[in-house]
């Protein structure tokens, strides 16, 4: 994991208060912010189930991927068309996506493997516990 | 330039305005709903050639009052926003979220600096456009240089 959207699970928050309300943005982060955690895990649940993939939109994430063959990475861009993959060296690529790439990715037989990696890496770095339990079923780490 | 990646906050540009924001591709957006928000009379946005323009202005205040009048009635009568917002104008303020990449970014601002754009996407572009130099300068004072 090269980097990723700060406060992930609060950016996806501020995506999906932005459509439903009025408040300007500075209100609807104080607001996100003094409710907390558990309303932006019941807000990304909600848009998970409401399927208003959209809003994960905003949590991007940038890799490094090692020993990956070119066949193999241009049968996920023909798949994925979202995700931004540039060549480094031999089979070592540069890979950017987003949240709801990630989500299709997991879902896709032929992009699941790769994105069970991702996930993997995220659970690893405690990127996003609430994201990655609501959207994959990964239990956060103990604390 | 595929992997910097910019999230941006933007209030009060109108409606006419992100019509044509969204045609850029590559960019997540999330906008202010119109099917759950209500419409207020004073969240709109006067072009200047308007705002200058007594003649105008005046024709363009009768017909934004008419038009959230019938807006604010049919509301009262029970019909639906999303359906009543069917009448709202361009003009109308909005708020959204948006997220790209430094070459959808480029390409934006590219577009939307030129002369040929309209006056309130380009003081947008030019808002973006600062903004991303403030937070990454070497990387934009690269691209303006090419």
């Known amino acids: 994991?090269?980097?990723?959207?700060?406060?992930?699970e609060k950016t996806i928050a501020v995506a999906?208060?932005?459509?439903?309300?009025?408040?300007p943005i500075e209100e609807i982060e104080m607001e996100l912010e003094q409710k907390g955690a558990d309303y932006w895990k019941y807000l990304l649940t909600k848009a998970m189930q409401d399927k208003s993939l959209d809003v994960l939109?905003?949590?991007?994430?940038?890799?490094?991927?090692?020993?990956?063959?070119?066949?193999?990475?241009?049968?996920?861009?023909?798949?994925?068309?979202?995700?931004?993959?540039?060549?480094?060296?031999g089979s070592d690529w540069m890979v950017s996506l987003n949240a709801r790439t990630l989500v299709e990715l997991?879902?896709?037989?032929?992009?699941?493997?790769?994105?069970?990696v991702v996930v993997a890496e995220l659970d690893?770095?405690?990127?996003?516990?609430?994201?990655?339990?609501?959207?994959?079923?990964v239990r956060a780490h103990p604390s | 330039m595929d992997h910097v990646v910019y999230m941006f906050e933007i209030e009060d540009c109108s409606r006419?305005?992100?019509?044509?924001?969204?045609?850029?591709?590559?960019?997540?957006y999330d906008q202010e709903s119109q099917r759950f928000s209500a419409a207020t009379r004073e969240g709109v946005v006067t072009p200047p050639s308007i705002q200058t323009n007594e003649a105008a202005y005046k024709a363009y205040d009768e017909a934004l009052k008419t038009v959230y009048s019938a807006y604010?009635?049919?509301?009262?009568?029970?019909?639906?926003k999303e359906d009543a917002r069917y009448i709202l104008p361009g003009a109308i303020r909005t708020k959204l979220v948006m997220t790209l990449n430094a070459r959808s970014l480029m390409h934006l601002v590219w577009q939307r600096t030129a002369l040929q754009a309209q006056w309130e996407i380009r003081?947008?572009?030019?808002?973006?456009?600062?903004?991303?130099?403030d937070a990454t300068p070497e990387l934009w004072t690269k691209i303006i240089e090419r």
């Not at chain 1, 090269?2 to 992930?8: D, G, I, L, N, T």
């Not at chain 1, 999906?16 to 408040?23: I, W």
């Not at chain 1, 997991?106 to 069970?116: E, L, Q, V």
């Open chain 2, 123 to 133: 003081e947008l572009a030019t808002s973006l456009l600062n903004l991303a130099r």
């Open chain 2, 72 to 80: 604010e009635r049919m509301v009262a009568a029970g019909v639906p």
């Open chain 1, 1 to 8: 994991m090269v980097w990723s959207s700060p406060s992930p």
């Open chain 1, 16 to 23: 999906m208060r932005r459509c439903y309300s009025t408040k």
């Open chain 1, 57 to 89: 939109e905003h949590f991007t994430m940038t890799l490094l991927a090692e020993g990956a063959e070119g066949a193999d990475v241009g049968d996920l861009l023909r798949n994925f068309p979202y995700l931004r993959v540039t060549r480094l060296e």
């Open chain 2, 16 to 28: 006419v305005t992100t019509h044509q924001l969204v045609r850029h591709r590559a960019v997540s």
């Open chain 1, 106 to 116: 997991w879902r896709a037989p032929n992009g699941k493997a790769f994105a069970d």
């Open chain 1, 124 to 137: 690893k770095g405690r990127v996003c516990p609430i994201f990655n339990e609501v959207a994959f079923g």
